[in-house]
């Protein structure tokens, strides 16, 4: 089976610029989640969806946002982007329980 | 406020001998707790879990306890072998978030050939 797949996997962009990060669960997996590693904040939690719908998110502006799409892929778009927003951008999705597999990130680097 | 903590933020270890990753957290509504590997520029890869109804779950060299009273929970990993060598994250959820994880800062784990 597939793992989770993120693309791009690498982005350059400037500061006041929009991105938009795109992510594919393992087959059969509903839920999706987002998060953000810095060297300063480690890994921390953006968002997560489910059947389309985002149940929970983290502690982080409303320039961060998500939807995920009927066949389970989701996308993440930052607006505005800051200088801070340079980060591994890492997706996990998940079947039951709360185990999550990791994708292999895309790595954001704004100018 | 760090819910999830790693103090130890490097180990080194001899090939052959056990590695002991340490974990403490603070929320009691943790109920699940994972352990996950990982190298540079690259997604986590999730090595064990447990959950707060056991003290202890292995997978071949992977052992997790987990010590609900002094909410700790350690890695152990025997035989330690060079390939092991990354960056483990301890995380944690509850029930009422369960996809919502909460990570450690990450121990450097070095084993020596």
């Known amino acids: 089976k597939a793992g989770v797949t993120q693309t791009p996997r690498y982005l350059i962009k400037t500061r006041g610029q929009q991105v938009t990060l795109s992510c594919s669960p393992i087959s059969g997996h509903r839920s999706v989640s987002w998060y953000q590693q810095t060297p300063g904040q480690g890994l921390q939690f953006l968002f997560e969806y489910f059947s389309e719908t985002q149940r929970n998110k983290g502690n982080f502006p409303g320039r961060f946002s998500g939807r995920q799409f009927s066949n389970s892929r989701s996308e993440m778009n930052v607006s505005t982007l800051e200088l801070g927003d340079s980060a591994l951008y890492l997706c996990a999705s998940s079947f039951l329980q709360e185990t999550q597999y990791f994708g292999p990130g895309t790595r954001l680097l704004v100018l | 406020d760090q819910q999830v903590k790693q103090n130890s933020p490097s180990l080194s270890v001899q090939e052959g001998r056990i590695s002991i990753l340490n974990c403490d957290y603070t929320n009691s509504m943790f109920d699940y707790f994972l352990w996950y590997k990982k190298y540079p520029a690259e997604g986590p890869t999730f090595l064990i879990s447990?959950?707060?109804?056991?003290d202890k779950n292995e997978d071949g060299r992977f052992t997790v306890f987990l010590n609900k009273s002094a909410k700790h929970l350690s890695l152990h990993i025997v035989p330690s072998q060079p390939g092991d060598s990354a960056v483990y994250f301890c995380a944690a959820s509850s029930s009422g978030s369960a996809r919502q994880l909460t990570f450690g800062s990450g121990t450097q784990l070095t084993v020596l050939p």
């Open positions: 447990i959950s707060s109804i056991k």
